[in-house]
């Protein structure tokens, strides 16, 4: 290919071409640590959008949700209402977002939760801390403290979730758990807990001591971190 050819063709491949092999290159050289926020959500959409520079589109969407986990965790109905974003990019989004939540989960499922609080903490925050409404789940543990499962329980408005006690440890003792952990989110961001959640859990206490069932904590997460009412000592 003669100079001319050359230069022909280097006008017409679009910029955003190279910058994509560049950002693929560092990611195989570096992982993921080095990226900031919008970049990593670059390498995502390059999935949904092949023949458009997607730098704006992921700076928008860290602009509007603040960081990439909040971007790949906002519901959908309001990661459509940004200008570039269609059924192609949310459904990309989506998956990130479950196969992270996946990963905590199995992480969660293979050890013994209580020495690995951390990676509960990790799998609560993940799977919840940024919805927009308030959902409420429990963790059920064996005697080893293993888990069996866990399940969504209930879910409600913006700032409120109805919680039955009595259901929460009907549904303990059919699954044979000897212990369970609460979690629920609070869509303002702000984890701290409130009255009605330190009466509802000591509701569940009462209940569920006579009978064998141990709570281990009550873990509220948002945007801005978590709370556990035990380590408050509000249980």
């Known amino acids: 290919m003669n100079d001319a050819a050359k230069d022909v063709k280097?006008?017409?491949?679009?910029?955003?071409?190279?910058?994509?092999?560049?950002?693929r290159g560092k990611l195989r050289d570096n992982g993921g640590t080095a990226f900031a926020d919008y970049e990593l959500l670059e390498l995502v959409l390059f999935r949904a959008v092949q023949r458009a520079d997607t730098k704006p589109l992921a700076k928008r969407l860290i602009g509007k949700f603040g960081s990439f986990a909040e971007a790949i965790s906002a519901p959908p109905t309001r990661l459509l209402e940004i200008d570039g974003v269609g059924e192609a990019i949310?459904?990309?989004?989506?998956?990130?977002?479950?196969?992270?939540?996946?990963?905590?989960?199995?992480?969660?499922?293979?050890?013994?939760?209580?020495?690995?609080?951390?990676?509960?903490?990790?799998?609560?925050?993940?799977?919840m801390a940024f919805a927009d409404r308030e959902h409420?789940?429990?963790?059920?543990?064996?005697?080893?403290?293993?888990?069996?499962t866990d399940e969504l329980q209930q879910s409600g408005t913006v700032d409120h979730t109805p919680v039955y006690p009595r259901e929460v440890i009907k549904r303990a003792l059919e699954l044979s758990a000897s212990a369970i952990i609460l979690v629920h989110n609070h869509p303002s961001g702000d984890p701290t807990p409130s009255g009605a959640d330190v009466d509802m859990t000591k509701k569940i206490i009462e209940i569920a001591a006579p009978l064998g069932v141990r709570v281990h904590d009550h873990i509220i997460v948002g945007r801005d971190g978590h709370a556990s009412l035990r380590g408050l000592k509000l249980l």
């Not at 990963?103 to 939760?113: A, G, H, P, S």
Request: aromatic share 8%; glycine share 4%; net charge positive.
């Open 10 to 23: 280097g006008a017409n491949t679009p910029h955003y071409h190279g910058h994509r092999d560049r950002l």
């Open 90 to 127: 949310v459904t990309e989004l989506k998956i990130v977002a479950a196969a992270a939540e996946r990963m905590t989960r199995n992480i969660v499922q293979e050890k013994q939760v209580l020495s690995s609080w951390k990676n509960v903490l990790d799998y609560c925050r993940i799977s």
């Open 136 to 148: 409420f789940r429990i963790l059920f543990l064996d005697k080893n403290n293993a888990l069996i």
